[in-house]
Nanobody, 122 residues
Framework: QVQLVESGGGLVQAGGSLRLSCAAS????????MGWYRQAPGNQRELVAS???????NYADSVKGRFTISRDDAKNTVYLQMNSLKPEDTAVYYC????????????????WGQGTQVTVSS
């Protein structure tokens, strides 16, 4: 059983900053890719940023230069630093992790957090 718990969402004015955190716990041997997705009302869930176990990052074009993803493997935690926020960043943000449960199996299992609301006012 693996749980992902997000925190750090809230209401902020345009141009402001927020830092999201997502801590994974439970039956974890290692975590491969960790990522942040978002879903605005009426829209599909979209990838915001991801980071591999080796530290390779990937960003949606809409957030490049404004958002930074990082991870702390000792804490099984992924972060999303969001700067220069815009009203169009308003969405529920979800974290995602590809988890390897044991040293015996190389299978990866995808887990999602419950989501945290980010609202950017103009």
């Amino acid at each position: 059983q693996v749980q992902l718990v997000e925190s750090g969402g809230g209401l902020v004015q345009a141009g402001g900053s927020l830092r999201l955190s997502c801590a994974a716990s439970g039956s974890i041997f290692s975590i491969n890719v960790m990522g942040w997705y978002r879903q605005a009302p009426g829209n599909q869930r979209e990838l915001v940023a991801s980071i591999s176990s080796g530290g390779r990052t990937n960003y949606a074009d809409s957030v490049k230069g404004r958002f930074t993803i990082s991870r702390d493997d000792a804490k099984n935690t992924v972060y999303l630093q969001m700067n220069s926020l815009k009203p169009e960043d308003t969405a529920v943000y979800y974290c995602n992790a590809e988890v390897r449960y044991t040293s015996i199996s190389y299978n990866l299992y995808t887990h999602w957090g419950q989501g945290t609301q980010v609202t950017v006012s103009s």
